[in-house]
């Protein structure tokens, strides 16, 4: 489950990156905050469908919620003994914790156990770039803490 974003910024941040730093980052063209990733989906599903996770969305209205940058990491893995790189943009989100929190009370009411599913283990990531192969959400959303390469000052 992802929350879709405002393309352009994420634009912006890719084409500074890319003159910093002297690459050519690949892009879907679209921007979303991975909330529910495939990792997570994978245990939820057993209890719950989509639709219950959507509906809960719609009632907590999850795609009206202000988005705090925080920094633009890098996050780096070895495929096929090549160096691949996908940067991202570290946010913050206190009411999609929220909202985890209260798939996981829905999941719990299905018939899941309180251990089956970590809510609080997420580290909310926009894709702005990547090397090839890309890194899938999934790569991204299971790393606890992202190393910032650059903070982000937002002028006022």
Same mark, same amino acid.
């Given at each position: 489950? *992802?929350?879709? $974003?405002?393309?352009?910024?994420?634009?912006?941040?890719?084409?500074?990156?890319?003159?910093?730093?002297?690459?050519?980052?690949?892009? /879907?063209?679209?921007?979303? $905050?991975?909330?529910?990733? !495939?990792?997570?989906? +994978?245990?939820? /599903?057993?209890?719950?469908?989509? =639709?219950?996770? &959507?509906?809960?969305?719609? %009632?907590? %209205?999850?795609?009206? @919620?202000?988005?705090?940058?925080?920094?633009?990491? #890098?996050?780096?893995?070895?495929? /096929? =003994?090549?160096?691949?790189?996908?940067?991202?943009?570290? !946010?913050?989100?206190?009411?999609?914790? #929220?909202?985890?929190? =209260?798939?996981? +009370?829905?999941?719990?009411? %299905?018939?899941? #156990?309180? &251990?089956?599913?970590?809510?609080?283990?997420?580290?909310?990531?926009?894709?702005?770039?990547?090397?090839?192969?890309?890194? @899938?959400?999934? =790569?991204? *959303? &299971?790393?606890?803490? @992202?190393?910032?390469?650059? +903070?982000?000052?937002? /002028?006022?």
């Amino acid at each position: 489950f *992802a929350v879709p $974003l405002a393309h352009p910024p994420i634009t912006t941040l890719r084409e500074e990156i890319n003159k910093l730093r002297r690459l050519t980052l690949q892009h /879907k063209n679209e921007a979303h $905050l991975t909330v529910i990733g !495939v990792n997570d989906w +994978r245990v939820l /599903k057993q209890r719950l469908i989509m =639709d219950e996770v &959507e509906k809960l969305a719609i %009632k907590n %209205k999850v795609l009206h @919620f202000p988005v705090q940058a925080l920094c633009l990491a #890098q996050v780096q893995t070895v495929i /096929k =003994d090549k160096q691949n790189s996908t940067w991202v943009l570290s !946010v913050e989100v206190p009411q999609l914790r #929220q909202f985890r929190r =209260d798939v996981w +009370r829905l999941y719990m009411t %299905k018939g899941g #156990q309180a &251990e089956d599913w970590d809510w609080e283990t997420w580290s909310p990531a926009v894709v702005v770039g990547f090397t090839s192969p890309v890194l @899938f959400d999934e =790569d991204v *959303a &299971e790393r606890e803490t @992202f190393v910032c390469e650059y +903070r982000i000052k937002l /002028k006022s």
